[in-house]
């Protein structure tokens, strides 16, 4: 059993940067693909982007593509997404997911593992 906990959400003016971190309190990231998705209020959860367990492949979403980086440390076991560039369209409730293996990034069937979420409100 693994579960996932995500640190770093806060409020933060428009066009400023800010951290996630996702660790696993219980469990281990090991050999699992992870990824972070978001819920902006009164919309539906979507993938933001996802990193494999070597960290040789990622993807991002469109509207963060170029903003957003993922990145993972496999020591520490925690993988952080690094966020600049913010508009008020990022806030949401950022979650972090796991998975032992997925075929699309984006389909959240493949991911077992889930945090509680981390709520980045960005000021305009």
């Known amino acids: 059993q693994v579960q996932l906990v995500e640190f770093g959400g806060r409020l933060v003016q428009a066009g400023g940067s800010l951290r996630l971190s996702c660790a696993a309190s219980k469990g281990t990231l090991r050999k699992k693909i992870v990824s972070w998705f978001r819920q902006a209020p009164g919309k539906e959860r979507e993938f933001v982007s996802g990193i494999s367990w070597t960290g040789e492949l990622d993807d991002y979403a469109t509207s963060v593509q170029g903003r957003f980086t993922i990145s993972r440390d496999n020591v520490k076991s925690t993988v952080d997404l690094q966020m600049n560039s913010l508009n008020s369209e990022d806030t949401a409730v950022y979650y972090c997911?796991?998975?032992?293996?997925?075929?699309?990034?984006?389909?959240?069937?493949?991911?077992?593992?889930w945090g509680q979420g981390t709520k980045v409100t960005v000021s305009s």
């Open positions: 997911a796991a998975a032992e293996e997925i075929s699309t990034w984006s389909d959240q069937n493949h991911y077992a593992y």
